[in-house]
């Protein structure tokens, strides 16, 4: 495995904010439970969300790859393949072992489950389709944004409604700001000649669409919680703002704008920024 192909192309900021966000689904779910309670989550959660982070990223790299490769280099696919499951082996067993010891939400070992599910056949049947780009974006785009869910669920199976809009806002930032990147100038083709990133294979006219369809959706799902109530409205709604007019701007640079001119930048770097803000947003509306 080259460590520059994994580090460089899932930037541990993508970790890093996959850790933040099961921190904020546990304390988005956290007053229907005891305090000890609440605290173990907060101690378990994060350390079983890094390793199947770790595990959805192998996958995604191993989608990048090239099929044709013999050798030296399928070994070392084969070896990527195979650490995602032991990663996230690793993740499930801690997770029976907390589920059981502590006597915990078994939903949320049938939750994991079903991911660990679609991570194998993804890693079994998605080389194979040409537009595999898009199930990479997908899986990290998923893997940053399902902490929500996952922290959520660790408390209890009943989870507050603004929680899934929230998912809903991130994954499609995420996504949307992924694919926006992928129209840049300069983005090569990564590891082999025959693997296109997004933009390669969608064009950027229909990548510019398919990122404004995103954006409307990630404005609506910040916009609900705000109609649906969540713990402290008002601190929300400050931030809150802030992230859709972001977002918002960036929507609109997408609608006037040619991304095969200079503009895909600009709406990346909104996007980014809008990101960070959606973190503090969503921690606001948490205490």
């Known amino acids: 495995m080259e460590k520059e192909g994994f580090i460089g192309k899932y930037k ?37 969300y890094i390793f199947i982070i770790i595990s959805g990223m192998l996958i995604a790299l191993d989608l990048r790859s090239d099929n044709g490769d013999r050798g030296e280099k399928s070994n070392k696919k084969l ?9 996230f082996l690793i993740a499930y067993g801690i997770n029976c072992v907390y589920v059981f010891y502590f006597q915990r939400n078994i939903i949320i070992l049938i939750v994991l489950g079903g991911v660990g599910i679609i991570w194998y056949i993804l890693s079994l049947f998605g080389k194979d389709w040409e537009k595999r780009s ?21 408390n209890d199976i009943s989870i507050p409604t603004w929680s899934y809009f929230f998912f809903s806002a991130i994954f499609t930032l ?3 700001k992924d694919i926006i990147k992928s129209c840049e100038k300069g983005i090569s083709r990564t590891e082999n000649e025959k693997y296109g990133n997004f933009c390669d294979i969608f064009t950027a006219k229909k990548t510019q669409r398919i990122a404004l369809a995103l954006q409307i959706i990630a404005i609506l799902s910040l ?10 409205g008002f601190l929300y709604l ?5 992230v859709i007019i972001l977002v918002a ?14 503009y895909s930048g600009k709406v990346f770097v909104l996007l980014k920024i809008g990101m960070f803000f959606s973190i503090i947003a969503i921690f606001f509306a948490s205490i």
């Open 12 to 48: 541990v900021i993508n970790w890093i904010k996959g850790v933040i966000f099961i921190i904020l689904g546990i304390l988005n779910n956290r007053f229907d439970v005891g305090y000890h309670w609440f605290l173990d989550n907060l101690i378990f959660g994060p350390i079983i």
């Open 174 to 176: 995420q996504f949307s």
């Open 79 to 87: 070896t990527i393949k195979n650490l995602a499951y032991i990663f």
């Open 238 to 242: 400050i931030t809150g703002l802030i």
């Open 249 to 262: 701007i960036s929507a609109i640079l997408n609608l006037i704008y040619d991304f095969e001119e200079k």
């Open 134 to 154: 898009l199930l990479v974006t997908l899986i990290v785009s998923f893997t940053v944004a399902f902490g929500l869910i996952f922290g959520a669920l660790l």
């Open 223 to 232: 916009t609900l919680p705000l109609i649906l109530g969540v713990y402290n």
